[in-house]
RNA sequence: GCGCCCGUAGCUCAGUGGAUAGAGCGUCGGACUUCGAAUCCGCAGGUCAUGGGUUCAAAUCCCAUCGGGCGCUCCA
């Protein structure tokens, strides 16, 4: 219902000064009551071009649009040059009606036409269970997969393993160190850098695996292969509570795709990567290591791919990692990366330009720090020494769906303190529950209305009812939502959907307090339709942000 | 030193060219014999780090400075 007033609008302005000046705008919900049910700064954007006040533009605007308006009461053009319109009976029963027709549907849209995206996110070392900082760049990764695909999108879910290469091989030693030190047997020089409750209970269930004799560095190969599928989660008895595909699922998340960095070298691709390279004279032999001109595209210095002991670099096998994903066919690639490793991507761009793959259609989004406090202590957090908290303990603590919001709630981009003490005091007060408890407060006003005979469903929709005007706020709320989600899409921005959800679930808590919604009067039922419609988009929207929608708590 | 991100209420953070700068938590004070008080209403709290510039209009854009985080490995 909003695309036809902004239609009205474009088609205005179209008139008045030409299509070819038509600046991209927008309609909000003005906060002032005064300040009409919509409003538009088109004018602004065209003050440039024409060399005109925007007040002027304005009233020009508006002129053109008072011909075709069943749908406008009035239109006001203010102060600087906003347009501020008051929308009539129709546009209101319209809207009710076109979001209770659109149900789930409501807020999907095929902006995406079918585009095949890959999200790769989390993408943890699989050398210990997964840390409060992935937590983040989960949901953000999660959520933005989910409003893609319900923007048309074709959106697959990857995750890739670094189960190759010297961090997981240093797992494997740990893990053989712990058996070694538990049977007695003298250690090796090698004890591997990983230490916490995760090595000892691999430890623990390696005899079941492999016979105790064949339990040597001869075999740290198989050893360290056990480890790894331990700690994903692919071998159950050893970590069944705490591994990596168990914290991800008890946060709710889901992956399409577990993509193996092993395989790429079984398979040649790295090998070939850099052939591929050398053949297009990007390539430089240099003591004793094969390094790549990076900075003939971009890059401050050029990067090693093949280090002097003989060993392929992980930027090797990255680079063939994302060959790969244009290989797939992929139109658009979107990475969560943590903020740390910025100062990678223009080496990774320069080798996808090398290799002549548009580098533009691999976006990054780089989520910032997450640092942990108990109260005023901050947390020490170091996976070597295992010491930190996991996602699955903050999950088991905070739950689930307090946990995603709070994340949620902050930009990717600014960093975040994160107080556990805090975060479980608060999970009382906590926004989502403020949330969540507008969903179940309508089910339970249609529990209660269905007791006086009003049954949401079979309700009949009367045009000449008159909405209040914090009825009309209240679908005005609804009617925007659309444009939150094709917002989020645009520019990556999954946290601006909770704040949506606070506000609007803020005029219903208002509302509620000030109007009896089931009463004797046959207006109830109109009040129950629009209730109706807030609980569809509150339900869709939650939906999105993978948190429950609950009918009671 | 160079690059990226950040600096907004006591705390954690939204807002990134436009109408009186917002929310949650925290303080204090009010509202349930009637649809859910996990709610609502009110009070207090701001030189939007600082200084300059661009603009009809700057928390928002540009420059400088200060402060914080991260990165600048033949680590991943």
Same mark, same amino acid.
């Given at each position: 219902m909003i695309d036809k007033l902004i239609d009205l609008i474009a088609d205005a302005v179209k008139d008045y000064a030409?299509?070819?000046?038509?600046p991209t705008f927008s309609v909000t919900v003005p %906060? /002032?009551?005064?300040?009409?049910d919509f409003s538009t700064g088109v004018a602004f954007g065209l003050a440039g071009p024409l060399k005109m006040a925007p007040h002027d533009i304005a009233s020009e605007v508006a002129v053109r649009m008072?011909?075709?308006?069943?749908?406008?009461?009035r239109i006001e053009v203010v102060k600087p040059g906003y347009i501020n319109f008051i929308m009539g009976r129709a546009f209101w029963h319209g809207s009710l009606r076109h979001i209770a027709e659109r149900?789930?549907?409501?807020?999907?849209?095929?902006?995406?036409?079918g585009k095949k995206v890959l999200i790769e996110f989390?993408?943890?070392?699989?050398?210990g269970p997964i840390h409060v900082g992935h937590g983040r760049g989960a949901v953000i990764g999660d959520v933005l997969a989910r409003v893609m695909a319900a923007s048309g999108y074709e959106v697959t879910r990857e995750y890739y393993i670094n189960? %190759? /290469?010297?961090q997981v091989l240093s797992l494997g030693y740990s893990v053989l160190n712990e058996y070694y030190k538990t049977n007695n047997i003298k250690p090796l020089?090698?004890?591997?850098?990983y230490r916490g409750d995760y090595v000892v209970s691999i430890s623990g269930t390696l005899a079941s695996m492999i016979p105790p004799a064949e339990i040597n560095e001869q075999n740290i190969k198989r050893i360290t292969e056990f480890s790894v599928k331990s700690v994903l989660g692919?071998?159950?008895?050893?970590l069944p509570n705490s591994s990596i595909k168990e914290a991800l699922r008890s946060f709710n998340i889901t992956f399409d795709n577990w993509f193996s960095e092993k395989k790429l070298y079984d398979d040649g691709s790295v090998a070939g990567i850099i052939e591929e390279l050398n053949k297009r004279h990007a390539v430089k032999q240099e003591e004793g290591a094969t390094w790549f001109l990076s900075t003939l595209y971009g890059d401050e210095k050029d990067r090693v791919l093949k280090k002097q002991a003989g060993e392929l670099t992980y930027f090797a096998s990255d680079i063939a990692y994302h060959v790969n994903k244009y290989k797939r066919g992929y139109n658009g690639l979107i990475n969560i990366w943590g903020?740390?490793?910025?100062?990678?991507l223009p080496r990774i761009r320069a080798a996808l330009t090398a290799l002549g793959?548009?580098?533009?259609r691999l976006i990054v989004l780089f989520v910032q720090m997450v640092r942990l406090m108990r109260g005023d202590r901050p947390v020490a957090m170091s996976k070597r020494a295992g010491e930190y908290v996991t996602l699955k303990e903050l999950v088991d603590e905070v739950g689930t769906d307090a946990v995603r919001f709070f994340f949620l709630q902050?930009?990717?981009?600014s960093q975040l303190v994160f107080d556990i003490d805090l975060a479980k005091k608060q999970s009382?007060?906590?926004?989502v529950y403020y949330v969540q408890y507008a969903h179940a407060r309508i089910s339970s006003i249609f529990g209660y209305a269905l007791t006086k005979g009003w049954n949401v469903d079979a309700i009949e929709q009367r045009d000449s009812y008159v909405f209040t005007s914090q009825e009309k706020r209240l679908l005005a709320q609804c009617l925007i939502y659309p444009e939150v989600i094709r917002d989020i899409v645009a520019k990556?921005?999954?946290?601006k959907l909770t704040y949506y959800l606070v506000e609007l679930v803020g005029i219903l808590h208002r509302y509620y307090t000030d109007t009896r919604?089931?009463?004797?009067?046959?207006?109830t039922g109109q009040r129950l339709l629009l209730m109706n419609v807030v609980k569809i988009v509150l339900k869709n929207a939650l939906d999105l942000l993978g948190i429950s929608a609950p009918e009671k708590m």
């Open positions: 030409g299509e070819a000046v038509l %906060a /002032g009551e005064d300040h009409g008072r011909a075709h308006t069943d749908l406008i009461d149900q789930t549907d409501y807020g999907k849209s095929d902006v995406g036409r989390v993408s943890a070392n699989p050398t189960d %190759a /290469g010297n020089s090698n004890t591997g850098e692919d071998e159950t008895r050893a903020a740390d490793h910025h100062g990678y793959y548009d580098a533009d902050r930009s990717h981009e009382q007060e906590n926004p990556g921005e999954p946290h919604v089931v009463g004797d009067d046959q207006d």
